[in-house]
């Protein structure tokens, strides 16, 4: 049994009042709210009063049954999360909506992350959640609470009057522990080292799932190097490549397209940090590394690009000081570093 209400940094996870009513059809009736779950907007204040008759007296977990309960920031209710745990005990499955003025702050990660370790606290071994691959927030919020994703049912959802795709989601004790005790900070030993005998070690980094559409994996980019392209002058891109690495482990890899007649400024063509050890500040460190061996060469200027989008890596490249030049290419924005 979970005790509510459940305290955390900055939320108050709890069961729904009367009160609630309000400020739940509220932020329920917001199309980016309603967009991916299975109600109809508008949600009326009697569907909140409704939902809240039916969880504000119900034990949490109520064995096969959702319950709703409510997060509350500063006083005022803020979102909500449902909870169904099967006959057994053993299995659970979460879901979540936060109202659109108080997203992106991580508030929905921290409430659904209290739910989950109560869950998991209280004898649950699996959590499970259903995600629209379009979802994006919803995809980076399971990968920040250390969830896996197990498959995709094609169709299998109905969405109000359509069927859409079901990622699975789902995150045992085990790697609940595991993810919890990785490490957030920078390894006190970083090397960039040849790939020599350890291609397939570096081939086995992968990023979250909702970056996939962003970053090349290992193996991809073994291939482009193995068989380059030519550069936009004409001339064949020349790849260096690079593990990372990170306390004697693989965290990383980089590769670089070097500045060549026809291409006279080096690219920095692709970045992976593997999704354990994001967030340490690796990416930031390997592109000082990249930057300091431009300079050492005797250039100024450092060339990437990014593909555009929910989940871009835009915001990283731009925090790092790399500029838009205004041109497209094969899609992609390419951006200029001032070394």
Request: charge should be negative.
């Amino acid at each position: 049994m979970i005790a509510l209400p459940l305290a955390t940094a900055r939320l108050v996870v709890r069961r729904f009042t009367d009160a609630d009513a309000e400020a739940l059809a509220a932020y329920r009736s917001h199309p980016d709210v309603a967009r991916f779950q299975n109600w109809d907007p508008p949600y009326t204040v009697d569907d909140a009063r409704e939902l809240i008759a039916g969880s504000a007296d119900s034990d949490l977990p109520a064995l096969g049954e959702w319950v709703q309960v409510g997060v509350e920031h500063g006083g005022a209710l803020i979102g909500d999360v449902g909870v169904f745990v099967d006959s057994g005990g053993g299995v659970a499955e979460v879901g979540y909506s936060l109202h659109p003025d108080h997203q992106g702050n991580g508030f929905a990660t921290e409430a659904v992350g209290a739910v989950v370790d109560a869950l998991l606290a209280g004898g649950v071994h699996r959590v499970e959640a259903g995600v629209d691959p379009e979802n994006v927030a919803s995809r980076r919020l399971l990968e920040r609470l250390g969830f896996e994703r197990e498959g995709l049912a094609r169709r299998a959802y109905r969405l109000r009057d359509h069927f859409v795709d079901d990622e699975r989601w789902a995150l045992l004790a085990d790697d609940r522990a595991r993810w919890l005790a990785r490490p957030h900070t920078l390894p006190s030993e970083m090397r960039l080292v040849e790939l020599g005998e350890k291609p397939r070690t570096y081939g086995r980094l992968r990023v979250h799932p909702s970056q996939e559409g962003f970053v090349a994996t290992v193996l991809h980019s073994y291939a482009d190097a193995l068989f380059p392209e030519l550069d936009p002058g004409g001339g064949l891109l020349v790849p260096w490549l690079r593990g990372v690495e990170g306390d004697g482990e693989p965290v990383g890899f980089v590769m670089v397209s070097e500045a060549t007649p026809t291409s006279p400024e080096p690219f920095l063509w692709r970045l992976l940090v593997d999704r354990g050890h994001q967030g340490r500040g690796i990416g930031r460190w390997i592109v000082d590394q990249v930057g300091a061996r431009a300079r050492e060469l005797g250039h100024t200027t450092l060339l990437t690009s990014w593909v555009e989008g929910p989940g871009s890596p835009r915001p990283f490249y731009l925090g790092l000081g790399f500029e838009p030049t205004g041109e497209i290419e094969d899609g992609e924005t390419v951006a200029r570093l001032h070394l």
